[in-house]
């Protein structure tokens, strides 16, 4: 079973940036499809940002698009959320889950359920 451990993570000013990884520990994750959500209390877990196994597909929450890049290094078995211009409503715990259907629809569609085998996540605070 896959098991990613998130870092990156810290205290940032509001328009600032930070870089995200999600490395696998295990079996390796390249064959999945990988992506990244966040979470406050209290709150549902919400998709931002997803990358096919290729890295040749990927897709955005509208929230984050322009913004936010993901990407991936199957060589080191790590995916990377790369985001720039943080606003402090988007302080959250990010994690990032493999797909369990690796399909495109099922990328393209955003569902956390379609997502799972979750990291620990890792904490952004964004001050204003």
């Known amino acids: 079973q896959v098991q990613p451990v998130e870092s990156g993570g810290g205290l940032v000013q509001a328009g600032g940036s930070l870089r995200l990884s999600c490395a696998a520990s295990?079996?390796?994750?390249?064959?999945?499809?990988i992506g990244w959500f966040r979470q406050t209390p209290g709150k549902e877990r919400e998709f931002v940002a997803a990358i096919s196994w290729s890295g040749g597909v990927t897709y955005y929450a509208d929230s984050v698009k322009g913004r936010f890049t993901i990407s991936r290094d199957n060589a080191k078995n790590t995916v990377y959320l790369q985001m720039n211009s943080l606003k402090p409503e988007e302080t959250a715990v990010y994690s990032c889950?493999?797909?369990?259907?690796?399909?495109?629809?099922?990328?393209?569609?955003?569902?956390?359920?379609?997502?799972?085998?979750w990291g620990k996540g890792t904490q952004v605070p964004v001050s204003s």
């Open positions: 295990g079996r390796t994750f390249t064959s999945y499809t």
């Open positions: 889950g493999h797909n369990k259907y690796g399909t495109v629809g099922s990328l393209l569609a955003g569902r956390v359920a379609d997502f799972g085998s």
